[in-house]
Every structure is written in C-alpha cells, then in structure tokens.
C-alpha cells in the first residue's frame, strides 16, 4: 500500500525466517481443533487485548499475535513491504482539547460547566462582540429571517437552538433547524463566531458535548452555552472572546495479510475483522461507565475460523486450485475501515481475486443449527450452498452484496463475496461478548461446511460476478425515503462520496456513480454525513428535487425522483 508503515511492529518483524508452505501435513484432529478454536477466541477476548480497537495498543497487541499464527501456520507475509501488516490511515473522532476559554464581557466562563465546542467548530481564537438573532432562522416562504436588521459583520451570531415552535418531528420549521444551516446562514452574514444556548429546554435538548460521529468543521468557532454559562450572555454590544481547542487527528490501523501460493491463477480471499470497540467506542450499545468489550463472538470467532482454515485447507488436496489470502481486517467497527482500504489498494491484483469469504459472529451456533449466508447474489456459482450438507447445519441465504460487514468492501470491487454469520444475541456489542459464551463445537461445523463451500468450487475456474438488488445501507427506520447509495465512510472532505449505487434506486436513476461527491440535496446542502441523513430525513415518498454533486472536481447536478 502507498501508506508509509508505521513502526510498532517493526522489532516483530525484523527477523521473518518463513518456511515455504508445506503441503501434505496431517489434517488435524476435531479435538485438536477444538483446543485450538479455544485458545484463539480466548487469547483474543482477553481484558489484556482491551477490546481491540483500532488505532490503540490493544489492536496492537492482537495483531501481533494473530502474526504469530501466521507465522506457525507458514502463511507467507503479504501486506506491506513484504510484510504481514497493511497499515491504514483513518480519521479518529474528535476529542475536546483542554485549551477551550470564553469571555463574555467580564465574565470568564469555565469550559466544560458553562460551555463546551460543537463538533462543527474550527479552532480559532477571536475577539468579537454579542450580536443576537433569535434562532438563526431563515425561511422565506414563511416570511422569516432572523437575522433581518441585525448588523452580524465581524460578530459573534448568539442564537438559540430551538424554533418558533420548538424542536420535535413535526415542527413547522423542521427544513430549517439543522444547526450546520444555521451557522452557514450567519457565517454567509459575516459572522466570525457562533454562540448558541437553549432557552427552550422543554422543547428542545442540548447538543451532546461529546463527539458522536464526525462533522465537518465550519470556518468559524462554534460554542454551546450550558444554563450556567447562559446567565451570563449580556447584550448586543458586549466583547466576547473565544478560544476553541479541538482535536482532530489521523490514527492508523493495520490488517494482517497471509498468503499461501499454491502457484494458481486465481486466489479466494478468506476475511475477518479482529478489531471490536475498545472500551465502548462508537457503535457500542452498553450504557454505563466505560468497560472492556471483548469482542469474543464480535470477532474473535471468525478470526479463529479464519486461522483453523487457513491450518486445514493447506492439508487437504482437493481445495488446491486457488491459492488463500488470508486477511484479518481491523477498522471494521468503525465503518468497515480496514477492508474498504484493502479493496481499494489491495496487495494482490483485485482482478486475481476468484471470490471472497467473510466470517463476521460465527460463535453463537444455536441448537437449530442455523447459519445466516449473506451476498449469495453475488455470483451464480453460490447456487450450490443448497446442495452442501456439511456441517449438519440449516443454512438461511440472503441475496445482497451489501451488508454490515466487510465482505461490502469486495462486491463493491466486483468480487463475488459471501458472509458467514451466526446470528445476533443479547451481548452483540456489549462488554458480556466473553469467550465462555461461544459455542466451540458450532465453529468447528461452520469451518467444515466453509471447507466444503472451497471443496466444491476448486475447479480452476473463476466465479462469475453478479450484481444484486441490495437495500440502501443508510436506510433507517427514521427516512421514509432512500437514495440508495453507499456512503464512503472513509472520505473526510466536504460532502458525501459515494462508494457505490444501488441498481433501480433514484441514485442510479439520476445517474450517480461511485466515486461522485453529494454536495447538496434540493435546497439543503449536505457538508458531511450527519448533513445528508437530515436532508434526506426532510423528503417524502414522491417527491421530487435535484441532487448536486462534483463529479472529477465539475459540479453536476440531476433531478431526482423519490419513490
Ligand atoms: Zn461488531
């Protein structure tokens, strides 16, 4: 990859003496296996690990070990550089910084107790004056503009975060409550900073002082006035300074790539994720103070089938006509960060990629014997899981190559792609994901029945890619409408790039491309991805507006038609 390593592993990787791999060992036993299932998923969900998530030690730490294996297993090292890691670079959420100060007239505010940094605030320190408009509203064919005979050149917009009518769903003002308009309609006004405060807390609810997802910094410091620091906001007129300290920083993570060379043409990619949530990061569902999510069934159960594959399949003669790439993703928790960085600078030409296997949760086989198939849309050839009986299992296949997992990031290469999955539980996400939970034997009949999948389709030929009708990834019980796209969760610029477009969706209609960044939607622009799901939330069945977009850095723009 194009992404200069970083250097915690370098000491590991300093003396790689790699055996070639060597065929014809022994095909290990089913209790042998299982010791060995159990020692992986239990090595990492270890509260020494952390929770694995990406970009912190624990990452590290699995990583390593999962190297290891590698090693013991013989694969050779294809990620960067001729080594087992493929480092990638990903945008961390935003932390507040400690260096956060107000003024408001002699009053010093204390940061944190009587305000706090919107995620849409640049950092910058500016001395101003109060200038007050209202609720920073401004909607024409209602007759309203708050900001109408304000003088707001050079000053600080104060305005609350409620609406005429408070802030609810059905809200007369809901086209225009969105905080980022109404810091884009006084910035566009002269605005150099922007204050806002709730005087309406029964109708409306603060704006949370952690960072939730990432916004798109506006140009201007953007700060939140808590009741205490509300108390304190004088008149139009007053001096204000403000500093506003928020850190923004680039972390990197790292896939583990092996791969054995059978010396074929094509080569199956076998992945899971190893990264999971740390001590509750985003996506987490656990309420309560910060605890260690291990991860045991999320994955560390596809990483150990992962490793329990990659011992088999150099041990059976009949699934030799591919070579394996075996990679363990991280990033996945984040937004499938990992693979999607992988499949976009893959280490290995994509176009020598037969298919790709993705094992996401395969520890929680339940008595039924039931195995969720994903993406078998995908290719033709997928056809024959009906006819495998391996395993003993009860398999349930869904069509789409769009999924929540990273099996996503090859479909959307072309890659025929398949996920294995287990099924969800009452600790999906939660510190209770332990490895005492997982069901060994269960993961010993799905590697059985993914051996048999190999098995079946090792004739030298390669699959053929379908595309098939998937669902709109961003679509949530909250949008009566989609536009069916995939957002590229990895993209940090202004607007929303697209990754891929849903066939017969009114993207595809409007003929949006992967690759195509949305700018706006109708009359509301969309700087990011918190921006575009409010646009869309405005819109209805049948409507119709125009979607603008840059497209290789020329602005573009289609009607589209919401069905
Ligand atoms: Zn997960």
Redesign the pocket.
């Given at each position: 990859m194009h992404l200069p390593n970083t250097l915690p592993f370098a000491a590991a990787m300093a003396c790689l003496a790699l055996p070639f791999a060597v065929h014809g060992q022994p095909f290990m036993s089913d209790s042998a296996a299982l010791r060995q299932l159990r020692t992986d998923v239990y090595t990492l969900a270890d509260d020494s690990m952390m929770g694995r998530e990406t970009g912190t030690k624990g990452e590290q730490m699995a990583a390593a070990y999962i190297m290891d294996r590698f090693r013991q297993l013989g694969l050779a090292p294809m990620g960067d550089d001729h080594t087992y890691l493929n480092a990638f670079r990903f945008a961390a959420l935003p932390r507040t910084g400690p260096d956060n100060t107000l003024q408001l007239g002699r009053a010093k505010l204390k940061a944190g107790t009587d305000f706090y940094p919107l995620g849409y605030s640049a950092n910058a320190q500016v001395l101003t004056r109060v200038a007050r408009c209202r609720y920073g509203i401004v909607a024409p064919e209602k007759g309203r503009n708050d900001f109408e005979g304000v003088q707001l050149e050079g000053r600080a917009a104060c305005m609350s975060i409620s609406s005429p009518d408070g802030i609810h769903p059905h809200s007369a003002w809901l086209a225009h409550n969105d905080l980022r308009t109404r810091i884009d309609n006084a910035v566009k006004r002269g605005a150099t900073a922007v204050i806002f405060y709730n005087d309406d807390p029964d109708k409306a609810t603060d704006p949370p002082a952690e960072f939730h997802m990432k916004l798109q910094p506006s140009s201007v410091p953007v700060v939140f006035l808590t009741k205490s620091g509300l108390a304190k906001l004088g008149q139009d007129g007053d001096p204000v300074v403000i500093h506003t300290d928020i850190i923004r920083e680039e972390k990197t993570g790292h896939n583990v790539v092996g791969f054995q060379n059978n010396g074929k043409p094509w080569t199956v990619v076998i992945g899971a994720?190893y990264d999971?949530?740390g001590m509750g990061d985003e996506?987490s569902l656990y309420r309560g103070e910060p605890a260690i999510h291990n991860?045991a069934d999320?994955?560390a159960s596809g990483v150990a089938t992962l490793l329990q594959l990659a011992a088999d399949l150099r041990a059976m003669p009949n699934a030799r006509n591919n070579n394996y790439l075996f990679i363990a993703f991280s990033g996945?928790?984040k937004g499938l960060f990992g693979s999607s960085a992988w499949a976009k600078h893959p280490t290995l030409p994509i176009d020598s990629l037969n298919y790709m296997i993705n094992m996401?949760?395969v520890g929680r086989l339940d008595s039924t014997g039931h195995l969720a198939i994903n993406g078998v849309g995908t290719s033709p050839a997928w056809a024959v899981l009906a006819t495998l009986k391996a395993g003993n299992l009860s398999t349930k296949t869904t069509e789409g190559g769009i999924g929540?997992?990273d099996h996503t990031s090859f479909y959307l290469q072309g890659v025929p792609a398949i996920h294995f999955f287990t099924g969800s539980h009452d600790s999906?996400?939660k510190p209770a994901d332990d490895a005492d939970k997982v069901n060994y034997p269960g993961m010993l009949r799905v590697a059985r029945y993914i051996e048999s999948v190999i098995t079946t389709l090792n004739d030298s030929t390669k699959l053929t890619f379908t595309k098939t009708a998937d669902k709109d990834s961003t679509e949530t019980p909250r949008f009566t409408v989609t536009l069916g796209v995939v957002p590229d969760y990895m993209y940090d610029g202004t607007g929303l790039r697209i990754d891929g477009v849903t066939e017969g969706k009114p993207a595809a209609h409007a003929g949006l491309k992967a690759g195509d960044v949305v700018i706006r939607l109708g009359e509301h622009a969309t700087p990011d991805m918190m921006g575009y799901m409010k646009a869309l939330g405005l819109f209805k069945k049948g409507d119709d507006t125009k979607v603008v977009f840059l497209r290789d850095g020329k602005q573009l723009e289609a009607p589209v038609h919401f069905q």
């Open positions: 994720h999971h949530l996506g991860g999320d994955n996945e928790e996401d949760m929540p997992s999906y996400h």
